[in-house]
């Protein structure tokens, strides 16, 4: 037989027991440090105690931080924006400068031109020629105001009759005075009560290459036309032609000289006579004349072959 089980008995504490206990549950819930749990079941178990607050890291060191970056970029920023700004103005101000430099070389240029012109224009003429196969055309210029006129020789060739349209339209008888073949030039005369305009012989040892000059002419019978060019090369030898003149130190232009412009005047900007256009070249390949190469016989020549026919003739 199984024994009968004996009654559970009720444990109980002694008022000192029981005074020890809390003084424990005391000390516990005082102390700083963990202790373990107790393993008898009869003991409460104690609370837990509360956790300590938890300190937030402060975000004042980070805000200064992140301020400090920010004001290096835009430091930055700005510094480089300020710095292209004064660069793009000294360029801007450099380009505009050249820009005023050139607008201003060429507004004095073309006043040079226009006064040029206007000096000069008056001082070359139309010479028309009568001979026996029919009639031709060509320029002259006057360079004495008593009425000599020098044109190119191969205009006044076998000529029968000669005539002079001045810039006003007056027309006038001339005569022939004298002619250069080896140089082909030759000096006209006209007698007139009216006031010429003389262009002043220039040194033509003294032009430059890529110079600015002005032909003035009757190219294809249109009067008083004026081209523009410069001067391409100086000292060139230059042959008209089988059996014709061969010019030396004929001055090279790209100035646009047509039929009409032989004898014509080939000025400076200052309106000084420095060579009488006389033939342009011819493209051989095709027989016809090329474009931007005309020659022109230098003032020198001009002034040592006048002068020399003048001095046969009387005043």
Known sequence: MLAPETPYEAKTTTPDQQYTWNWQINELAASPYPVPPSTDPTLPIPPTPPAPPVRRRSRGGFRAWAIGVLALVLFFIFGTGLFAGWQFSRTTTAAGSATVSTTQATASAQTAQEAAIAKDKAGVVEVKVTTQSGSAIGSGVIIDARGYIVTNNHVV???????????????????????????????????????????????????QVGEDVL?????????????????????????????????TN??????????????????????????????????????????????????????????????????
């Open 157 to 207: 060739s076998g000529a029968q009759s000669i005539e002079v349209v001045l810039s006003d339209g007056t027309r006038l008888p001339a005569q022939l005075v004298g002619t250069s073949a080896a140089n082909d030039l030759a000096v006209l005369k006209i007698n007139t009560t009216k006031q010429l305009t003389a262009i002043k012989l220039g040194n033509s040892s003294q032009v």
């Open 250 to 315: 004929a001055i090279q232009t790209d100035a646009a000289l047509n039929p009409g412009n032989s004898g014509g005047a080939l000025i400076d900007l200052q309106g000084n006579l420095i060579g009488i256009p006389t033939l342009g070249a011819i493209d051989p390949e095709f027989n016809t004349p090329a474009s931007g190469v005309s020659f022109a016989i230098p003032s020198n020549t001009v002034a040592s072959v006048v002068s020399q026919m003048l001095a046969n003739t009387p005043a």
């Open 215 to 247: 032909a003035i002419g009757n190219p294809l019978g249109i009067t008083q036309t004026v081209t523009q060019g410069i001067i391409s090369a100086t000292g060139r030898t230059v042959s008209e032609g089988q059996g014709e003149a061969t010019l």
